[in-house]
T-cell receptor, first 109, second 115 residues
């Protein structure tokens, strides 16, 4: 079966750095997405990785290792507005997105 | 319209009633999707459409039907609602299919409660 694992919840302090991990087992791999979802709102796109390595976009970075079936999202200089759920999703061999359950990130002052 | 709209925003429905959730996009995207999101579970695909005139079943299609008469609209119908269909429903679209980069854009969601 297809499976994507992420921690259910994480807590971090404003101004700090946090790393959210995602491991996946899917039928094929055609890219990995990270989305952000604030409570009561729709998911919004954060990053995309299809090749191994680190993609940096401002305070957010995403890393991919295809051989390990592993990705992480790194958030730097945390702000209160970063409190949200972070969803990992993998494009499988049929080009359908398989979604993880999401990681709820709580930022404390 | 800018992006994807969904209607209604929320709805309380009696079990056994028929309900259609509406979704419209103005980005001329080929592919559209319907997901449900339940607490503790990831987004689960109900139905999708790769292009106007075609539809396909996702992970949890039972009790739902869709149609794609044109590029812009992708309604989701619950023929006879049951309490287990209480959920938040998201419509999404993407520019193409068959390619690895397939960023999906989401509508604001419909919160449905079936009593």
């Amino acid at each position: 079966g297809q499976n994507i694992d992420q921690p259910t919840e994480m807590t971090a302090t404003e101004g700090a750095i946090v790393q959210i991990n995602c491991t996946y087992q899917t039928s094929g791999f055609n890219g990995l997405f990270w989305y952000q979802q604030h409570a009561g709102e729709a998911p919004t796109f954060l990053s995309y990785n299809v090749l191994d390595g680190l993609e940096e976009k401002g305070r957010f970075s995403s890393f991919l290792s295809r051989s390990k079936g592993y990705s992480y999202l790194l958030l730097k200089e945390l702000q209160m507005k970063d409190s949200a759920s972070y969803l990992c999703a993998v494009t499988d061999s049929n080009y359908q997105l398989i979604w993880g359950a999401g990681t709820k990130l709580i930022i404390k002052p | 319209i800018a992006g994807i709209t969904q209607a209604p925003t929320s709805q309380i429905l009696a079990a056994g009633r028929r309900m259609t959730l509406r979704c419209t996009q103005d980005m001329r995207h080929n592919a559209m999707y319907w997901y449900r999101q339940d607490l503790g579970l990831g987004l689960r695909l109900i139905h999708y459409s790769n292009t106007a005139g075609t539809t396909g079943k996702g992970e949890v299609p039972d009790g739902y039907s869709v149609s794609r008469a044109n590029t812009d609209d992708f309604p989701l119908t619950l023929a006879s609602a049951v309490p287990s269909q209480t959920s938040v429903y998201f419509c999404a679209s993407s520019g193409g299919t068959g390619g690895s980069y397939n960023e999906q854009f989401f509508g604001p969601g419909t919160r449905l409660t079936v009593l």
